[in-house]
């Protein structure tokens, strides 16, 4: 079984600054997709960005990015000139590559509080 | 486009009654739903698959006789909470996943808040 794992509870930062979350996984699969999510306080759960296991290439979406490291089993997001709407939890998942009902498996969430 | 709602948004239950939870997808066919359930301050947990027109499957550890899901048309799944207790009160997400063959995306509903006295 996939297990995913935020280690940072919590997070603050100031207003245009950039804070970076992390994330590992522990998967025997080769090919899988990798998600971020962000729930803001209505619980509206908001795809922020996606990575195909088998691109190398980081992906990126505006002012989110991501680092993902293969070897490693870890995918960061980077949320730069953060603003006070990026106030919301942030949840890293992990789905197997075509896998039978592409179930996400998602990590414990990391608080993140943007100060004005 | 790819719009899920849920209805409730907010239920409150006696013990030992039944409530139902309805997922939609808006604007496309989902074959295939999914039921979660996230506890305050806590992750979202996937409860079970729904997939229309068969029987949903269940992840280990959830009672397929107390949360019954049917998936009776390509818009629709139902979650019913059969002889709720308080320890049932949570919060509630579907998600639908997109269409197309091959396609991974799940759109997610705004919840359900299920309290139950």
């Known amino acids: 079984a996939q297990t995913v794992t935020q280690s940072q509870p919590e997070m603050s930062v100031q207003e245009a600054e950039t804070v970076t979350l992390s994330c590992t996984y522990d998967?025997?699969?080769?090919?899988?997709?990798l998600f971020w999510y962000k729930q803001p306080p209505s619980r509206q759960m908001i795809l922020v960005i996606r990575?195909?296991?088998?691109?190398?290439q980081n992906a990126t979406e505006n002012r989110f990015s991501v680092n993902f490291q293969k070897a490693a089993k870890s995918f960061s997001l980077k949320i730069s000139d953060s603003q006070l709407g990026d106030t919301a939890m942030y949840f890293c998942a992990f789905m197997k590559h075509r896998a039978a009902g592409n179930k996400l498996t998602f990590g414990g969430g990391t608080r993140v509080l943007v100060k004005p | 486009g790819a719009v899920v709602s849920q209805h409730p948004s907010r239920v409150i239950c006696k013990s030992g009654t039944s409530v139902k939870i309805e997922c939609r997808s808006l604007?496309?066919?989902?074959?295939?739903m999914f039921w979660y359930r996230q506890f305050p301050k806590q992750s979202l947990m996937l409860m079970a698959t729904s997939n229309e027109g068969s029987k949903a499957t269940y992840e280990q550890g959830v009672e397929k006789d107390k949360f019954l899901i049917n998936h009776a048309s390509l818009t629709l799944s139902t979650l019913t909470v059969t002889s709720a207790h308080p320890e049932d009160s949570s919060f509630y997400i579907c998600?639908?996943?997109?269409?197309?063959?091959?396609?991974?995306?799940?759109?997610f509903g705004p919840g359900t808040r299920l309290t139950v006295t």
């Open positions: 998600s639908a996943r997109a269409p197309g063959q091959g396609a991974i995306e799940q759109y």
């Open positions: 604007d496309f066919q989902a074959t295939t």
């Open positions: 998967t025997s699969e080769n090919n899988y997709y």
């Open positions: 990575q195909e296991a088998y691109k190398q």
